[in-house]
Nanobody, 121 residues
């Protein structure tokens, strides 16, 4: 059974930092690429950061220079380091893990359930 566990959200003051983690548990799967999204109530989910299978990084303009995305392929874990947080960063953050089956090389995407990040001004 495949599970995606997110953690690291919470309440932080403006200017502070948080580190989100996203762990895939499931036999025979390898995390290949990662997307992080966030969603504010009443608004569409928006992309925040991505790391492609070749390691190329992409960030939304609003977080460029403040957030860092990374992955640990040995642990099937993705991270989002968020620094200099602002009230505008308050949202539910979701990870999407793009995986490859070790056996048949098929690709599967899995979403985390989301973790709340609240930044107080």
């Amino acid at each position: 059974q495949v599970q995606v566990m997110e953690s690291g959200g919470g309440l932080v003051q403006a200017g502070g930092s948080l580190r989100l983690s996203c762990v895939l548990s499931g036999k025979g799967l390898r995390v290949d690429a990662v997307d992080w999204y966030r969603q504010i109530p009443g608004k569409q989910r928006e992309p925040v950061a991505a790391i492609a299978s070749d390691g190329v990084l992409n960030y939304a303009d609003s977080v460029q220079g403040r957030f860092d995305i990374s992955r640990d392929t040995a642990r099937n874990t993705a991270y989002l380091q968020m620094n200099s947080l602002q009230s505008e960063d308050t949202a539910v953050y979701y990870c999407k893990l793009k995986t490859v089956s070790v056996g048949d090389r098929r690709r599967y995407d899995y979403w985390g359930r989301g973790t709340q990040v609240t930044v107080s001004s």
